[in-house]
């Protein structure tokens, strides 16, 4: 499901950018983050029930260290894929949505991360 994802968000990127280079007014604000953003909040449906391995994830050391830290990092961080989704269809409302995406991304990289690490702790 990963794979049909990836592939269907750079088939409409590339759609996209081949649009504009045949001469139509497309802004990827206005196209390239909804598509963001909605590709965001499907991930975040599937990232509680990836199961542990070394391509797909969040792959800190302590997730790859243990099952259950990666198991419970997952679950936790799948509604965050789904919040930081609905933060960047949100931006769309706003003139300037670059901080509010860059607002999305980093609370995507940083709390997943910051609580692998805390449970991995408390699991020693």
Do not use: C, Q
């Not at 991930?43 to 797909?56: D, K, L, V």
């Not at 609905?86 to 995507?108: G, T």
């Amino acid at each position: 499901m990963i794979r049909l994802l990836i592939t269907v968000l750079l088939s409409v990127l590339f759609i996209l950018t081949i649009l504009y280079n045949i001469g139509y007014t497309i802004t990827m604000e206005r196209w390239g983050i909804p598509v963001l953003g909605v590709f965001l909040i499907l991930i975040g449906n599937i990232t509680g029930r990836i199961r542990y391995n070394y391509f797909i994830g969040f792959r800190t050391p302590w997730t790859l260290a243990n099952e259950d830290v990666w198991r419970r990092t997952h679950r936790f961080g799948g509604p965050i894929f789904i919040v930081s989704g609905i933060l960047m269809l949100i931006s769309l409302f706003f003139e300037k949505p670059v901080w509010i995406i860059l607002f999305a991304f980093l609370v995507l990289i940083i709390i997943p991360t910051m609580y692998s690490y805390v449970i991995s702790r408390k699991l020693r």
